[in-house]
């Protein structure tokens, strides 16, 4: 079964900082998906990267995808207290079933 | 837009009742999954479902669990007989038909076990 590996656990920033966030993994993912919950509520889906080397940009989110399709990155820009919340990454094992990471509980203060 | 409900946002029950959790995925999806979330731990797989039958299961998914759909628009998870460690935020997830699409995810229902 893959592991997905997230690092940092837990963030606490000023307004107006950069952060990344990284998503590892033993073996090739097949796709990679970045969402973001908050408490109380479902991951909602934030961006899938399926190419090796692919960047998306959401605003002030950059997501990279590594070129070996084992690990990935989540970039912040001037992160708001908006932002505040849980990042999961998962990993789509084409049978549909998504395998998560442990996620990065991000704070933003102001 | 559309989105997938559950019902109902928090469940308190006792220990080796049964309690069937409902969910309504979007209308025109295909394929239905059921996660789970222990407090401070991971989101783990526990089924995925289609054309009315089971497609996959986690090793958490056992005798004790229990999927339907029982009519074009619901989707039920049943524990029969629920443990102290049972409880967990529990999602339903829906999603259109190929590999690629999007999984769309419930607010989920807090279960509490006593």
């Known amino acids: 079964t893959q592991l997905l590996e997230q690092s940092p656990q837990f963030l606490s920033i000023q307004e107006g900082e950069n952060l990344t966030v990284y998503c590892n993994s033993s073996?090739?993912?097949?796709?990679l998906q970045w969402y973001r919950q908050e408490p109380g509520e479902g991951p909602v889906l934030l961006v899938t990267?399926?190419?090796?080397?692919e960047v998306k940009k959401l605003k002030r989110l950059t997501f990279q995808f590594g070129d070996a399709r084992k690990d990935s990155s989540l970039h912040i820009t001037a992160a708001q207290p908006g932002d505040t919340g849980l990042y999961l990454c998962?990993?789509?094992?084409?049978?549909?079933?998504?395998?998560f990471g442990q996620g990065t509980e991000l704070s933003v203060k102001p | 837009e559309p989105e997938v409900t559950q019902t109902p946002s928090h469940q308190v029950t006792q220990m080796g009742q049964e309690v069937i959790l409902r969910c309504v995925p979007i209308?025109?999806?295909?394929?239905f999954y059921w996660y789970r979330q222990i407090l401070g731990q991971k989101v783990e797989f526990l089924v995925s479902?289609?054309?009315?039958?089971?497609?996959?299961k986690s090793e958490i998914f056992d005798d004790q669990f229990s999927v339907e759909r029982p009519d074009g628009s619901n989707f039920t998870l049943k524990i029969r007989s629920t443990k102290l460690e049972d409880s967990a935020m529990y999602f339903c997830?829906?999603?259109?038909?190929?590999?690629?699409?999007?999984?769309?995810f419930g607010p989920g229902t807090r279960l509490t076990v006593l």
């Open positions: 997830a829906s999603r259109a038909g190929g590999y690629t699409d999007t999984q769309y």
């Open positions: 073996s090739v993912f097949s796709s």
């Open positions: 990267v399926v190419t090796g080397g």
């Open positions: 998962a990993s789509d094992n084409q049978g549909g079933k998504l395998i």
């Open positions: 209308s025109n999806h295909l394929y």
């Open positions: 479902f289609y054309n009315n039958e089971i497609s996959e």
